[in-house]
């Protein structure tokens, strides 16, 4: 069987510009980084926020936010630098959310064909709000996964991936079926998840 080069990444934060802005290492891409490790693939765990901890832009003066990490220049030369045949990105927190869209953006800018994979509690629990909204039309929660709808995100990863995500990674780079993996959203399909 085929091996993939897995490039796992923690994208920037939006922080406060007078707040306590903190990261923590990501135990999730750690834990799935160690599982695709096992099972033979090449894995890169890059956190962009930690790398570029010393660059904080401000993006709204008003309200006093600012993005801290790498620039989209320095992530563009990991992602090309590493070659990698499948991005995952990982969304803990709305506050990664916006980053995570545009390290998408610039995988597909790098290498066109590489798959990008999201992941994290963000997209279970945005899976879960869309699940209700079609149970509950008066909820005011969307009836779509934004995330879903964006043309550089080809996979969603909802839940625990440990285990999901070697198989994907198998599936995926062996051309072999992947629509029985546990906790997977393919994009623009969330019209038929429930």
Request: net charge positive; with cysteine; hydrophobic share 40%.
């Amino acid at each position: 069987m085929k091996k993939a080069k897995v490039l796992l990444i923690s994208p920037n934060i939006r922080g406060m510009d007078d707040g306590v802005n903190r990261i923590q290492p990501s135990l999730g891409l750690m834990l799935i980084g160690q599982k695709l490790i096992d099972n033979g693939h090449i894995v890169k765990i890059h956190d962009t926020a930690l790398e570029g901890w010393n660059n904080r832009k401000l993006i709204d003066p008003t309200k006093k936010k600012l993005v801290i990490g790498q620039s989209d220049e320095e992530i563009e030369k990991v992602i090309s630098d590493f070659s990698p045949d499948l991005v995952a990105i990982t969304v803990l927190f709305s506050n990664f959310l916006s980053a995570a869209h545009n390290v998408a953006k610039l995988t597909k800018k790098v290498k066109k064909n590489c798959k990008v994979i999201l992941g994290g509690n963000h997209i279970s629990n945005a899976l879960i709000d869309y699940k209700y909204s079609l149970l509950d039309k008066n909820s005011n929660l969307a009836d779509f996964i934004e995330d879903l709808e964006d043309k550089n995100i080809d996979f969603a990863m909802a839940g625990e991936g440990e285990l999901p995500m070697v198989q994907l990674v198998d599936a995926i780079i062996n051309k072999k079926n992947h629509k029985e993996v546990p906790g997977l959203v393919k994009k623009l399909v969330t019209k038929n998840i429930l």
